[in-house]
């Protein structure tokens, strides 16, 4: 086996990496050995005698899979959770999550002339209130106090 020590060393110089990531073409091991100055490895480089082995890398294939699975829903467990309940969902979010819905449909019940302004404004004091749980609630609401009928509402949501 032909001592390949020195050649190895200057790729590794030429090609900016490890010795360890020197590839040599055992084919043209003979060949190689001739090559005492760095042109000679050179050219030898450039005819594909001589390449740099790819790097290792780490694999992203786990963190893509998990990724995609807390996507989904999954992996959210009591185990898996590290704050409290309010500071992984504060009390504010779920309030603007809640009041934004409601106020909306009664801007467009107001705007739509289903209800009067007065009617309007009672209701949207009940919903900063919190006394709506959503916006099916508030529905339930006004067709149980009379203010809605149903049949207002399903002409509504054919338009």
């Known amino acids: 086996m032909t001592d390949l020590r020195n050649q190895r060393r200057m790729a590794a110089a030429i090609l900016k990496c ?9 084919d043209r091991v003979d060949e190689i050995a001739k090559a005492v100055t760095k042109d000679d490895i050179r050219v030898l480089i ?8 790819q790097k290792k890398g780490i694999s992203s294939g786990r963190k893509k899979y998990i990724a995609n699975q807390k996507q989904k829903g999954r992996r959210k467990g009591h185990g898996s959770r590290k704050g ?14 809640t009041i934004r ?3 909306a449909y009664l801007r467009e019940l107001r705007d739509n002339k289903l209800i009067d302004p007065s009617t309007y404004r009672k209701y949207y004091m009940k919903a900063k209130g919190g006394e709506f749980r959503s916006k099916r609630h508030l529905r339930m609401h006004l067709i149980s106090d ?13 338009s």
């Open 18 to 26: 490890g010795i360890n990531r020197v590839w040599m073409d055992q």
């Open 46 to 53: 450039h005819g594909k005698a001589i390449r740099s082995r």
């Open 84 to 97: 409290a309940k309010y500071a992984r969902f504060p009390r504010k979010r779920r309030w603007i999550q």
């Open 101 to 103: 819905p409601i106020r």
């Open 146 to 158: 009379g203010v809605l009928k149903e049949e207002d509402l399903s002409k509504e949501e054919a």
